[in-house]
């Protein structure tokens, strides 16, 4: 079967694909670290503007709720990898008992080249 020409001519590709190339570019990753930053900076700043009416004394703290979703964030990912390693198969787990696994004789294949109708 024949390969499809790779095409990385820009112009070829959709809106949105042409539209977020300026991610990579150099530099990008350091001005989207720096946008974030400070629009954590503002978010907590802007928790200064009300009066929080918190149930627990902790909730009263600047920031703690930024705080508090990063510290559960991290958790969701230690815990996505320690469930991982239990519940991980090997890559041929269900090779053995799969169809698409069997050996075919080459006198019964039919080869079409898909670009053909």
């Known amino acids: 079967m024949a390969k499809a020409p790779k095409n990385d001519n820009p112009q070829n590709y959709p809106a ?3 539209w977020m190339m300026w991610v990579d570019k150099p530099g ?20 200064l503007t009300y009066s929080n009416k918190g149930h627990y004394s902790a909730e009263n703290i600047l920031g703690f709720y930024a705080f508090y979703g990063f510290v559960a964030f991290t958790l969701i990912i230690f ?23 069997e050996e075919w004789p080459e006198a019964e294949l039919v080869r079409k080249d898909h670009n053909d109708d």
């Open 16 to 18: 949105l694909g042409r």
């Open 28 to 47: 990008s990753v350091k001005k989207m670290t720096w946008v974030l930053g400070i629009f954590c900076v503002l978010t907590i700043l802007g928790n």
């Open 79 to 101: 815990v996505a990898k320690a469930l991982r390693t239990l519940i991980m198969r090997p890559e041929d787990y269900y090779g053995k008992k799969s169809i698409d696994t």
